[in-house]
């Protein structure tokens, strides 16, 4: 069974800075790439993508994020990891930490963190 722990949210004044962590615990077997990253949900809205990073290295970002987030992965330490600056009111939400682990024999597993609270006052 995988877990993934996050931590690193609070709150922020708008303009300020947060670094969110994720870490994935538990064995997995048989995977061929896996790919890690950020979600958000704001009150009364669709959870969206923030930003992802699989283990080739390719990385997405929402365009909203663009230059003021950057995602990192430790694959030796299962850890991801979101360094948000120039935080607005507009980027308050749950953030959740998500895990794709895609196999060799077909298929993938979803997991999710609990989420963390991000709120930046203005």
């Known amino acids: 069974q995988v877990q993934l722990v996050e931590s690193g949210g609070g709150l922020v004044q708008a303009g300020g800075s947060l670094n969110l962590s994720c870490t994935a615990s538990g064995s997995i077997g048989g995977i061929s790439s896996s790919s890690m990253g950020w979600y958000r949900q704001a009150p009364g809205s669709q959870r969206e993508l923030v930003a992802v990073m699989t283990s080739g290295g390719t990385i997405n970002y929402v365009d909203s994020v663009k230059g003021r987030f950057t995602i990192s992965r430790d694959t030796a330490k299962n850890a991801v990891y979101l360094q948000m600056n120039s935080l607005t009111p507009e980027d308050t939400a749950v953030y959740y930490c998500?895990?794709?682990?895609?196999?060799?024999?077909?298929?993938?597993?979803?997991?999710w963190g609990q989420g963390t609270q991000v709120t930046v006052s203005s």
């Open positions: 998500n895990l794709v682990t895609y196999y060799y024999l077909g298929g993938r597993t979803n997991y």
